[in-house]
Nanobody, 121 residues
């Protein structure tokens, strides 16, 4: 079994910063892509940022240099540093990772439970 546990969501004023963390644990053989997605009320889930095992990154167009995704492979952890937050960034942020477990070497996608980010104006 694999678990992804997010932390770091909070209420913050516009212009502020937050750092989200997501730690993967369990019977992990290797982790491929790790990503952050978000879902605002009444909207579809959207990709915020993704990072490959080699450190390549890609971001949603709306990020525009405000967010930075990083990972610590030794800790099986991915981070999302969010700066210059706007009220429209308010959403539940979900961690996602493609993982090969020691039980099955298939690449499977796992999701965390989500962490709430609220940005007040």
């Amino acid at each position: 079994q694999v678990q992804l546990v997010e932390s770091g969501g909070d209420l913050v004023q516009a212009g502020g910063s937050l750092r989200l963390s997501c730690a993967a644990s369990g019977s992990i053989f290797s982790i491929d892509n790790m990503a952050w997605h978000r879902q605002a009320p009444g909207k579809q889930r959207e990709l915020v940022a993704v990072i490959t095992s080699g450190g390549r990154t890609n971001y949603g167009d709306f990020v525009k240099g405000r967010f930075t995704i990083s990972r610590d492979n030794a800790k099986n952890t991915v981070y999302l540093q969010m700066n210059s937050l706007k009220p429209e960034d308010t959403a539940v942020y979900y961690c996602n990772a493609v993982i090969r477990t020691t039980i099955s070497l298939s690449h499977l996608s796992y999701w965390g439970q989500g962490t709430q980010v609220t940005v007040s104006s």
